[in-house]
């Protein structure tokens, strides 16, 4: 038994100094996440801000595309009715 002693000391040494890496290891990996979501996250604040800014500038370009459907409506209604008055004055057979 006084033989294993030294032995199993041995093995927790090991045991302690690959657990103690492991912990170095991770610790590690978890500086670089957190550094990569902090520049995610920054990122993420950009890409929303000008998300924001394109939707500002949205508004007006669909109150335009509307006006212009409407416009173009008119012109079509205004089109027949000139259409008609022009067939009412070929009708009419002016000398």
């Known amino acids: ?23 170095g290891r991770l610790k590690a990996e978890r ?10 996250q920054k990122r993420l604040a950009a890409q929303a801000r000008e ?3 394109l939707r500002a500038r949205l508004g007006p370009l669909e109150d335009t595309e509307r006006e212009i459907a409407r416009l173009r409506q008119e012109r079509t209604q205004i ?6 008055i022009l067939k009412e ?6 000398p």
């Open 31 to 40: 500086s670089r996440a957190e550094a990569e979501k902090a520049e995610l």
């Open 51 to 53: 998300l924001d800014e």
């Open 89 to 94: 004055l070929d009708a009419l057979e002016l």
């Open 79 to 84: 089109l027949a009715q000139v259409e008609s």
């Open 1 to 23: 038994m006084a033989n294993e002693l030294p032995e199993r000391l041995g093995q927790l040494e090991q045991s302690v100094r690959r657990a103690a890496e492991l912990i």
